[in-house]
C-alpha cells in the first residue's frame, strides 16, 4: 500500500503520567490512572527515574514478589537489573537492554541493582511495563529472558529516527524476543525537526509513550511523561519531534477478555485471583 494510501489515526487523548515514588524511587505511573484503566492488552507502565544515584547505595527497592497471568517487559535505559527468580533464572542486563519476563502460571523474582552499580552508583532509568495474556494462556509455564543492548537490532531509520527494535518486524528486522502474542515493541529516538512515519493496522492497539522530549503525533502534542490513545479509524502515524525524544512504541491485538486485577496477579474472574493467592501462601509458586 502507498503511503500516501494511509490514513491517519485520530489520537483521542493524551494522559499524564501520575507521581508515584516507591521509596526512594522516583516513579511515574502512566498506566492505569484516573484517566486510562488499561490500553488492550498492555495493562500497566512504571516509568522510574531519571534520577543519580549516590556512592554506596541501596539500589533498586524490589524484593522477591510474585506474579500470575501476565508478562513485564522490562526496558532499562540506564543503570542495570539483577533479575533472579524462582525458576532458576538469573541475570544482570544492563543499559540499553531489555528483560521480559513470562509469569505465568505463577513466579517469584526480585529486581535489585548490581554490586557494582549499588557501589559506584550512577544514572538510572527504567520502564516496565505489563502485558496481559488471554484466558488459555494464563497457566503457562514461566519463562525469563534478558538481552543486552548489543543484542537487540538498531536500525537508522530515513526520517532520523533511532529504532530499538525488542520484539516483532519492522522493516526486515525482527527483535530478539518471540512473546506468547504477537506484540511489536521498540523505543526510538529522535532529534529536535527529525520525522518518523510507521503503518500499523487499524485493529492493532497502539501503545504510545513519550519518555523525554515532545513530539507531535497525527496533529496532537505530546509531551514527556504522556501516555497517548488512539481511535482504530486508521493505519498510520505520523510522528515529527518538536524536541530531543525518546518514545516507547509497541501494539498488538487486544485481547477483549474480562480483567480482574489484585496486585500481582491478573486474572480473568475472581475465583482465579482467590486461587492465585491461595496459591501464592501454599508455596506453589517456589518452582
Not at 96 to 101: D, F, I, P, S
Not at 125 to 133: A, G, H, K, R
Not at 154 to 176: F, K, M, T, Y
Amino acid at each position: 500500500m502507498r503511503a500516501d494510501a494511509l490514513t491517519a489515526r485520530t489520537v483521542q487523548d493524551v494522559f499524564p503520567a501520575i507521581r508515584d515514588d516507591i521509596a526512594d524511587l522516583h516513579t511515574w505511573r502512566a498506566l492505569p490512572t484516573e484517566h486510562v484503566w488499561m490500553v488492550d492488552p498492555f495493562l500497566f507502565l512504571n516509568h522510574h527515574g531519571r534520577q543519580v544515584y549516590p556512592r554506596n547505595n541501596r539500589g533498586l527497592p524490589f524484593g522477591p514478589h510474585p506474579h500470575r497471568g501476565f508478562e513485564t517487559v522490562t526496558f532499562i535505559l540506564e543503570g542495570d537489573i539483577a533479575h533472579r527468580d524462582s525458576g532458576g533464572h538469573e541475570s544482570v542486563i544492563g543499559a540499553g537492554g531489555v528483560q521480559w519476563m513470562t509469569a505465568g502460571s505463577g513466579l517469584i523474582h526480585s529486581e535489585t541493582s548490581s554490586d557494582v552499580f549499588k557501589k559506584n552508583g550512577g544514572p538510572m532509568e527504567i520502564l516496565q511495563l505489563w502485558v496481559n495474556l488471554p484466558a488459555r494462556l494464563k497457566m503457562t509455564q514461566p519463562a525469563y529472558r534478558g538481552v543486552q543492548q548489543e543484542d537487540l537490532p538498531q536500525i537508522a531509520e530515513a526520517g532520523g529516527a533511532q529504532v530499538h527494535l525488542v520484539s516483532g518486524e519492522w522493516n526486515g528486522h525482527r527483535g530478539p524476543f518471540t512473546p506468547l502474542l504477537d506484540i511489536v515493541s521498540m523505543w526510538f529516538t529522535l532529534s529536535a525537526g527529525q520525522q518518523f512515519s510507521l503503518s500499523i493496522a487499524s485493529q492493532r492497539a497502539v501503545f504510545f509513550y513519550v519518555i523525554h522530549g515532545s513530539v507531535v503525533v497525527n496533529g496532537r502534542t505530546v509531551d514527556a511523561r504522556h501516555l497517548a490513545t488512539f481511535a482504530d479509524d486508521g493505519d498510520q502515524l505520523h510522528i515529527s519531534a518538536s524536541a530531543d525524544a525518546v518514545i516507547l512504541l509497541c501494539h498488538a491485538e487486544p485481547l477483549d477478555e474480562p480483567v480482574v486485577s489484585h496486585g500481582p496477579f491478573v486474572m480473568n474472574t475472581h475465583d482465579e485471583i482467590r486461587q492465585a493467592i491461595a496459591d501464592y501462601q501454599a508455596g506453589k509458586f517456589d518452582g
